[in-house]
């Protein structure tokens, strides 16, 4: 049976900006969620502001991890409409000589 997987939406990316400010623990906003803490944690790692020159601007905004999670997004089904899954190389063309048969 398959499982349905939803993204996070804007709405929890509030709540755990919101949550992550007061302090709250990853466990415990992953619990208040409903989902799981690798799931919240890897959240937090990917889409957390990171500014070079002015280090006091890092941290975790909400609207900011949603640009760069649809960012992402949008990249990747770029990617996946430029090459699909089965023109790939790896995926059965090698069985096939794509050279002309030597000249005997």
């Given at each position: 049976m398959r499982h349905t997987y939803s993204h996070i939406d804007l709405d929890e990316?509030?709540?755990?900006?919101?949550?992550?400010?007061a302090g709250?623990?990853?466990e415990i906003i992953a619990e208040k969620l409903g989902r799981?803490?690798?799931t919240?944690?890897?959240?937090?790692k990917r889409n957390t502001f990171v500014d070079k020159l002015?280090?006091?601007?890092?941290?975790?905004?909400?609207v900011?991890?949603?640009?760069?999670?649809?960012?992402?997004?949008?990249?990747?089904?770029?990617?996946?409409?430029c090459c699909p899954p089965e023109t790939d190389y790896f995926n059965g063309?090698?069985?096939?000589?794509?050279w002309p048969?030597?000249?005997t």
């Amino acid at each position: 049976m398959r499982h349905t997987y939803s993204h996070i939406d804007l709405d929890e990316r509030r709540k755990i900006a919101r949550w992550r400010t007061a302090g709250i623990s990853v466990e415990i906003i992953a619990e208040k969620l409903g989902r799981h803490r690798s799931t919240i944690f890897r959240e937090l790692k990917r889409n957390t502001f990171v500014d070079k020159l002015i280090p006091d601007l890092n941290g975790y905004y909400c609207v900011t991890a949603h640009d760069m999670a649809c960012e992402r997004r949008a990249k990747l089904r770029k990617l996946a409409e430029c090459c699909p899954p089965e023109t790939d190389y790896f995926n059965g063309a090698r069985s096939r000589n794509p050279w002309p048969h030597p000249l005997t």
